[in-house]
């Protein structure tokens, strides 16, 4: 089974122009994700999707694939569909070019109830939150999901959200706190994985309300009635959407070190 991995890298990100370029202890951001990707193994090759020449070049220049896009794409599923056209690949892995500490003993975990479920379509991951900011943060994305580990929805809120208590009530109980987060909250990591056949259909489809009003891609499998199944991982993400979280990810390598 031919598996392909694909990383759309776009230089002009309205939170944070050329994050994929941006120096992390030495290489580039793109590099980390890049090499992080090739630990699978199950993946077969590894590209980058760009539709900007500084980043093909880079791409390039430490040894890895690049193919170059149009620049209309507006989202990156539609990025990685482009590139997945031209392949033979019966699953392509969509991995997301600000997630530089990624793993491939991660990726894999993605990939492996499509290989051993052929009704599978789509598959993410997910993993619990640990702290209240990180369910409060709008830059991270949430999920929950049903009794059988599929999608009921993604947002940028957070969700789900207790009824009985307010932010500020949550914020200052500790108590309340911790009772919270042993309900098992989840956040999402930047990672999907879907059957070729299945992401050029969905890369035809409109964005959707929901998908537009969140900028959340996933959303546009849910409204359309398809399933995504989200596999938990024990696994702490450092997504890159700002400036500032440059610094947090320095921090956790070099205390890996």
């Given at each position: 089974m031919k598996i392909t991995a694909i990383i759309p890298a776009r230089y002009g990100s309205t939170r944070f122009e050329g994050k994929p370029l941006i120096d992390i202890l030495g290489k580039p951001m793109i590099q980390w994700v890049y090499e992080g990707v090739c630990q699978s193994k199950w993946i077969g090759e590894v590209i980058v999707a760009t539709d900007d020449q500084r980043i093909f070049d880079t791409v390039q220049g430490f040894g890895g694939r690049a193919v170059m896009t149009s620049q209309s794409h507006p989202?990156?599923?539609?990025?990685?569909?482009?590139?997945?056209?031209?392949l033979r690949s019966e699953i392509v892995v969509n991995v997301q070019g600000d997630e530089p500490l990624i793993k491939g003993t991660i990726?894999?975990?993605?990939?492996?109830?499509?290989?051993?479920?052929?009704?599978?379509?789509?598959?993410?991951?997910?993993?619990r939150i640990k702290?209240?900011?990180?369910?409060?943060?709008?830059?991270?994305?949430?999920?929950?999901?049903?009794?059988?580990?599929f999608a009921l929805y993604f947002s940028r809120s957070p969700i789900p959200f207790p009824r009985d208590f307010s932010v500020e009530q949550i914020l200052s109980n500790p108590d309340t706190?911790?009772?919270?987060?042993?309900?098992?909250?989840?956040?999402?990591?930047?990672?999907?994985?879907?059957?070729?056949s299945f992401l050029l259909k969905l890369a035809k489809m409109k964005p959707t309300p929901l998908e537009k009003m969140e900028k959340l891609e996933q959303l546009r499998v849910l409204e359309k009635g398809?399933?995504?199944?989200?596999?938990?991982?024990?696994?702490?993400?450092?997504?890159?959407?700002?400036?500032?979280?440059?610094?947090?990810?320095?921090?956790?390598?070099?205390?890996?070190a």
């Amino acid at each position: 089974m031919k598996i392909t991995a694909i990383i759309p890298a776009r230089y002009g990100s309205t939170r944070f122009e050329g994050k994929p370029l941006i120096d992390i202890l030495g290489k580039p951001m793109i590099q980390w994700v890049y090499e992080g990707v090739c630990q699978s193994k199950w993946i077969g090759e590894v590209i980058v999707a760009t539709d900007d020449q500084r980043i093909f070049d880079t791409v390039q220049g430490f040894g890895g694939r690049a193919v170059m896009t149009s620049q209309s794409h507006p989202t990156g599923t539609d990025r990685v569909a482009e590139v997945a056209q031209r392949l033979r690949s019966e699953i392509v892995v969509n991995v997301q070019g600000d997630e530089p500490l990624i793993k491939g003993t991660i990726i894999d975990k993605a990939i492996r109830p499509l290989m051993k479920d052929k009704t599978l379509q789509m598959t993410s991951l997910m993993t619990r939150i640990k702290e209240i900011k990180d369910w409060l943060n709008p830059h991270q994305g949430k999920v929950v999901v049903d009794g059988s580990g599929f999608a009921l929805y993604f947002s940028r809120s957070p969700i789900p959200f207790p009824r009985d208590f307010s932010v500020e009530q949550i914020l200052s109980n500790p108590d309340t706190r911790e009772k919270l987060l042993s309900k098992k909250l989840y956040k999402t990591i930047g990672l999907y994985a879907y059957r070729r056949s299945f992401l050029l259909k969905l890369a035809k489809m409109k964005p959707t309300p929901l998908e537009k009003m969140e900028k959340l891609e996933q959303l546009r499998v849910l409204e359309k009635g398809y399933k995504i199944k989200v596999i938990p991982v024990d696994y702490e993400p450092v997504g890159v959407d700002i400036p500032e979280d440059v610094e947090k990810v320095i921090s956790h390598l070099t205390r890996k070190a």
